[in-house]
C-alpha cells in the first residue's frame, strides 16, 4: 500500500488549505485513515482520524477549524484546514492503519504558516 500525500504549502494565518491523501488501494479496506503532523524537535502527532465508518476524531488544538474526509470512489483522504494559525506550521504526514494491524504512511507534506 502507497500513500500519496500533497497539497502544502505557505499560507498566511487565517488563510485554508486543503491536502489530499491518495491511495494505492481501495481505502475501503483500510480500517482508518489519519493526518499526523510533527515539527523538528518532537514527535509525530495527531491531527485527526476517520474510520471505514465515517466516524472522526480530531485533536483539541484544531476542532472546529480542521476536517478530514474520504472519498472512497477516489481512494483519497482530505484534510480541510481552515483558520490556519502559525501553530499549525509542520510537516503532515497521512497514515493507515489495517484491522490486521498493518500500519501505512505516506511522505510528508509542509504546511507553513507565516504571521
Known amino acids: 500500500v502507497q500513500l500519496q500525500a500533497s497539497g502544502g504549502g505557505l499560507v498566511q494565518a487565517g488563510g485554508s488549505l486543503r491536502l489530499s491523501c491518495a491511495a494505492s488501494v481501495n481505502i475501503f479496506t483500510i480500517d482508518t485513515m489519519g493526518w499526523y503532523r510533527q515539527v523538528p524537535g518532537k514527535q509525530r502527532e495527531l491531527v485527526a482520524r476517520?474510520?471505514?465508518?465515517?466516524?472522526?476524531n480530531y485533536a483539541d488544538s484544531v476542532k472546529g477549524r480542521f476536517t478530514i474526509s474520504r472519498d472512497n470512489a477516489k481512494n483519497t483522504v482530505y484534510l480541510q484546514m481552515n483558520s490556519l494559525k502559525p501553530e499549525d506550521t509542520a510537516v503532515y504526514y497521512c497514515?493507515?492503519?489495517?484491522?490486521?494491524?498493518?500500519?501505512?504512511w505516506g511522505q510528508g507534506t509542509e504546511v507553513t504558516v507565516s504571521s
Open positions: 476517520i474510520t471505514r465508518g465515517g466516524n472522526t
Open positions: 497514515k493507515g492503519s489495517s484491522g490486521l494491524g498493518y500500519v501505512y
